[in-house]
């Protein structure tokens, strides 16, 4: 038994016994300055429970641009407004490749060739679908076509809120609620959600809060890809759950506007449908820019 358990510490050692040679004997690179990373752990200990604030002190001591190691990832950070435009304008075709999360839920080859968000390559279907999406969702034109909506929602919001007079409201859950339904009607000309949380529990509401929320927790394979099969954490697992939950709730919405005999409005479930896309690639572009919108900040990760 002793020596089995043995063997087992030594199989478990070994992939960290190469991982400090490697960081021992790798060679020095030409990259921005950065606190000093311990061997295997990196900065991950540096970055502690608020890494947004950390990365503000680096920037402090090393400049605006500065890299950090989490595990064995390299992250280079820019924290100024030149960097930053250095990075997401100038050199944007160079460096708009997007690291894929190992809680993704679809092989590489389904992400690259429908999602707009974690595409591995530049193809020209992405460029596409980022053209698509400025055109009909971020353009001037369709900003401003979509006022009304945004206002209709806000007002409801507060005519909720006028209802609740003298009463203790959850500002966070109303806020949630009030943008998942604004999203709804400008994807799908309907309401996800009931502002009233306490009366209305809404299903797709807490699916894509635990959703969102296993996205943005650390995972242990993002820092060392070689534990990505075993799922240490189980937020793969958790997440294909949720995932597939959301798809058939889009599903059925898509299912009801395919069925229509007539539509009433043109939103943006409509475009996509006139143009061709299939349904797995509106499930997949509608959770990446619904999630896009839901995603919280680092503070509230945090609870503040």
Not at 58 to 84: E, N, R, W
Not at 99 to 120: C, G, M, N, R, W
Not at 142 to 149: I, R
Not at 235 to 253: F, G, P, V
């Amino acid at each position: 038994m002793e020596y089995y358990t043995l063997l087992a510490s030594l199989l478990f050692l070994i992939p960290f016994f190469f991982l400090i040679v490697k960081q021992l004997v790798q060679k020095s690179q030409n990259l921005p300055p950065g606190p000093r990373p311990w061997p295997v752990l990196g900065n991950i200990l540096q970055m502690g429970k608020n890494p947004h604030i950390s990365l503000a002190q680096f920037a402090k001591m090393y400049g605006p641009l500065i890299s950090v190691k989490l595990g064995t990832q390299l992250v280079v950070v820019a924290s100024s407004p030149a960097s930053a435009a250095e990075i997401l304008k100038t050199q944007d075709r160079l460096l708009s490749v997007r690291y894929v999360p190992k809680v993704a839920t679809y092989e590489l080859s389904v992400i690259d060739q429908h999602s707009i968000v974690f595409s591995s390559d530049l193809s020209n279907h992405w460029k596409f679908l980022r053209a698509f999406c400025r055109t009909h969702l971020f353009s001037p034109k369709a900003v401003e076509s979509q006022t009304a909506l945004r206002e209709k929602k806000v007002w409801e919001m507060i005519d909720f809120l006028g209802s609740r007079k003298g009463e203790t409201v959850k500002i966070s859950e109303i806020l949630f609620g009030t943008i998942l339904n604004t999203l709804g009607n400008l994807f799908f000309s309907k309401d996800l959600c009931h502002l009233d949380y306490e009366r209305n529990t809404s299903e797709i509401k807490r699916i894509f809060r635990y959703f969102i929320e296993l996205g943005a927790m650390p995972n242990i394979a993002d820092f060392y890809p070689l534990f990505e099969a075993l799922d240490l954490q189980g937020l793969r697992k958790q997440t294909e759950i949720y995932q597939s939950q959301l798809t058939n709730i889009w599903s059925e919405i898509v299912k009801e506007k395919r069925q229509a005999t007539s539509r009433h409005s043109s939103d943006f479930l409509d475009v996509m449908m006139d143009s061709g896309f299939s349904d797995l690639q509106i499930n997949i572009l509608v959770t990446e820019l619904m999630g896009a919108v839901l995603t919280p900040q680092p503070q509230q990760l945090n609870g503040q």
